[in-house]
């Protein structure tokens, strides 16, 4: 998961400080969420409301430039991965044994946002309403590798 962004958002390195949501997929119920706050990029996975795993930069993000944000998750087991944060290519946040939901989410409630929350939010422990990001978002892009997903079939589906 990338972004691509001025560094305080707005282009004119005065540092300001932009927040917001970058992307997100879900609501309150389950599901992601990488956005800016406090100066500190953060990614949430929240388990069914019932457990939050996240991630959160070390050091504040840079002002003034265009900066990437990357979170970059590899499946253990199912339900389970290693989760890295980068700010730049270089390595903000670790999580060695992030807990995520076991299976897919549906795009019909919350659904997937770019730049702004909809519906109810993901990280409702951290912020509310649509926490629409205030900087200058340039591009997202989402990566998968169905060779590195874990799954587990149910007994009664056909493998042929």
Sequence with gaps: MLMYGDGDGDGDGDG??????????????????????????????????????????????????????????????????????????????????????PMGYSMVQEGFAIGKSWGTPVAYEHYQGTFEFTGDLRVVELRTDPAGQVWTPRPDWKTE
């Design 16 to 101: 300001d400080g932009d927040a917001g949501v970058l992307v997100c997929q879900g609501g309150e119920l389950a599901g992601w969420s990488l956005f800016v706050q406090n100066g500190r990029a953060h990614y949430v996975h929240n388990v069914l409301k019932i457990e939050m795993s996240e991630l959160v930069s070390a050091d504040p993000l840079p002002t003034g430039q265009p900066i990437e944000v990357r979170v970059d998750y590899q499946p253990i087991e199912q339900g389970w991965g290693r989760a890295v944060m980068s700010v730049n290519g270089a390595i903000v946040a670790t999580n060695e044994r992030m807990r995520i939901t």
